[in-house]
């Protein structure tokens, strides 16, 4: 149930730690927000777990690296390699804007970052070409242009990029959660009438422990 | 056979509902009935622009 004090989630307590008040009237400390966010963008759920807000780092973890992983799988084929479907690459004929999407669930985007600096240094991917760029040009085999691993993988090439690229997306909204905690949604009708007083109530509260 | 590729759209509501649920609530039984209303919403906004789509391709 959504309370006055969940609107003073951006607010600091007594003890000058930033937290919130959860849905039970519990404060809860957000440790370290910058070291969070970071966390939680390299590993998704991994701020979280730091802040030791377990169960929501179980659940964004599950979540996005599940449609990742998913992702990665769908844009995989043993002959062409594997996780083609997130790959950097930022040249001429192939500006692969969903790697600024993908780049977002952090450290388990990172190999396309690797594999495409051994590309431009001429350079054979690691891995069997995983996360590795395509090769440009005329296609006449192996390691596959961008247009035979769309025409070998068909839609799974846009599925699993789609996959990916709303993966990365989403750990963003958790990067935020981590910094400064959930937005909790307004409260609405009567509720709202009760948040009002209960905030009035907690001000004085505040203003009280605060001139002791 | 493309209406297969629905089933594609399942994990992808599942996990989208259940992050966005879990950046508004704290605690884990007010994320999965945020989540379930969102999924809900979501749901039916698409079905709405299905239908939408249906009709114009009708009289198209």
Redesign the interface.
């Given at each position: 149930m959504v309370t006055a004090s969940h609107l003073k989630s951006r607010s600091l307590q007594a003890t000058e730690q930033p937290g919130f008040f959860d849905e039970y009237g519990n404060w809860v400390v957000l440790k370290d927000p910058w070291t969070a966010a970071f966390l939680a963008w390299l590993i998704p759920g991994l701020g979280h777990w730091y802040q030791a807000r377990r169960a929501k780092a179980i659940l964004f973890f599950v979540c996005i690296m599940g449609l990742f992983v998913y992702g990665c799988y769908l844009g995989s084929r043993k002959d062409l390699g594997y996780a083609r479907v997130v790959y950097a690459s930022f040249r001429q004929g192939d500006m692969r804007l969903y790697y600024l999407c993908q780049i977002g669930v952090g450290l388990p985007a990172m190999p396309a970052l690797v594999q495409s600096a051994r590309v431009r240094q001429g350079k054979t991917p690691l891995w069997n070409h995983f996360m590795a760029p395509p090769r440009l040009g005329t296609d006449d085999g192996n390691p596959p242009t961008l247009s035979r691993l769309c025409y070998e993988l068909h839609s799974y090439f846009d599925l699993g990029s789609l996959y990916t690229a709303i993966a990365g997306l989403l750990n963003l909204l958790v990067v935020f959660d981590a910094f400064s905690g959930p937005i909790f949604p307004e409260p609405s009708g009567g509720s709202r009438e009760k948040a009002k007083r209960q905030e009035e109530s907690a001000d004085t509260t505040k203003g009280q422990s605060a001139a002791r | 056979m493309a209406a297969n590729?629905l089933w594609?759209f399942i994990?992808?509501l599942?996990?989208?509902s259940?992050?966005?649920a879990?950046?508004?609530?704290?605690?884990?039984p007010?994320?999965l009935r945020?989540a379930i209303r969102t999924g809900i919403w979501i749901v039916v906004f698409m079905g709405i622009i299905a239908v939408i789509l249906q009709v114009l391709d009708a009289f198209t």
């Open positions: - | 590729y594609y994990p992808l599942i996990a989208i259940l992050v966005y879990g950046t508004r609530q704290e605690t884990m007010a994320i945020h």
